[in-house]
């Protein structure tokens, strides 16, 4: 836990950092425009859909009950509003993944590395479609997940658990293949996630947890349906802020991780070479072959007797 820790501290200093200020405004910026004019062209029509299925299907009828069990009748005016807003809150989340993804996590891996670790081999192990499927299929698994326990997220207690976990999961997979992508090769990045796992999943729990915290916005019932506009624009720069924040805690724990791995495995391959060089055979001692003495039969001219 202290190297979770250590990587916190590090990467609260560098969220504090003005050049990653200043990257968290222009996926802000962008959302805010995409978003402005979607709402902008389609939330009328949607929720006036929405609206016409509630009354063709019976629909105000179960939800009254439902509320009213759950003990939320105040609810019940502005039912079909705040659908069409829990409905869009996952595509929010989309767009500032995306925005983040392809404009921040590549500045973020550049400013991380080139402040303190210049001198770590990047072997690039991921690629851009390896980081874009990884993002896609993770956040269709979190949004099948998100859609299923959306009724659950209305009940309070509820809510601080499950929006956590779905968090901490969907950052767990997405960052730690990011912080990964350009210094490990495919085999170090598989053997550090699998060494390292509980701790990657605590950092994926906490920054769960402050990811759930824009959706707190969405819970003030009709107060939020009346400043939605100004909900919605808090909630995305929040977002912007958290997954900078994750990818920041995510780069420094999985570059200090790989650090201390290759620098094992190298302290290892230099022990075994000592081992290997100790127990080797020595050279044998040179045999010098002297020639067989002369043959001291007559006739031989080197025998004086001749």
Known sequence: MRQVLTSFGRALLSQLHFRMLMLSVIPFVLSIIVWGIGLWLYLQTMIDWLQNYFVENDGFRVTNELLMWLGLGALKTVVVPLIAMW????????????????????????????????????RKGGTFFGSLWMSTSSFTIFLVLWLITLPLSLIPPLTFVIQPV?????????????ALADHADPEERKIILRIHRWQLLVIGAITGAMGAAPTL???????????????????????VLVFIFSGLWFQHYCMDALTQ??????????????????????????????????????????????
Request: avoid cysteine.
């Open 217 to 239: 916005l969405w819970l003030g019932g009709a107060l939020s349906v009346i400043f939605f506009p100004v909900l919605a624009a808090g909630a995305i720069w929040l977002y």
């Open 87 to 122: 409905i869009l809150l996952p595509l929010m989340i989309l767009t500032a993944l995306i925005f983040v993804g392809v404009m921040a996590m590549p500045v973020i891996v550049k400013h991380v590395g080139s402040r303190r670790y210049k001198d770590l081999e990047a």
């Open 166 to 178: 779905l968090w901490g999961w969907l950052t767990y997979r997405v960052m730690a293949y990011d």
């Open 261 to 306: 791995y290759r620098a094992q495995q190298a302290a290892a391959k230099a022990a075994e070479q000592a081992v290997t060089q100790a127990i080797a055979p020595t050279p044998a001692e040179a045999v010098i072959v002297l020639p067989p003495p002369a043959d001291d039969k007559p006739g031989n001219p080197q025998n004086p007797q001749t």
